[in-house]
Nanobody, 124 residues
Framework: QVQLVESGGGLVQAGGSLRLSCAAS????????MGWFRQAPGKEREFVAA????????YYADSVKGRFTISRNNAKNTVYLQMNSLKLEDTAVYVC?????????????????WGQGTQVTVSS
């Protein structure tokens, strides 16, 4: 059974940092593109960041560019999202996803596997 399990969410003050992790199991994800999406209450899910199979290519939403960094460790079947300079508007459930393609994708419909999500709450 394929599983993506996120961790690392929590409550943080504005300006602070969090590091999210997504551990994959049930298949080898080293040849998959991985991504992070988020959904705030009352809003649609939105793309946050994506990384290709090797980790050499990354994409970011404009709203997080320069503050968030996506990375991966294929030996550990894990992808990370380092979030710095967090803002109130970053509050959301963050979800990890895997796409069975080599190159990074920014559209949710291109992803095949999804985690359950981890809550990130930024307070003032």
């Amino acid at each position: 059974q394929v599983q993506l399990v996120e961790s690392g969410g929590g409550l943080v003050q504005a300006g602070g940092s969090l590091r999210l992790s997504c551990a994959a199991s049930g298949r080898t994800f080293s040849n998959d593109a991985m991504g992070w999406f988020r959904q705030a209450p009352g809003k649609e899910r939105e793309f946050v960041a994506a990384i290709n199979w090797s980790g050499r290519t990354t994409y970011y939403a404009d709203s997080v560019k320069g503050r968030f960094t996506i990375s991966r460790n294929n030996a550990k079947n894990t992808v990370y999202l380092q979030m710095n300079s967090l803002k109130l508007e970053d509050t959301a459930v963050y979800v990890c996803a895997a796409a069975t393609v080599l190159e990074a994708r920014t559209r949710g419909r291109d992803y095949d596997y999804w985690g359950q999500g981890t809550q990130v709450t930024v307070s003032s």
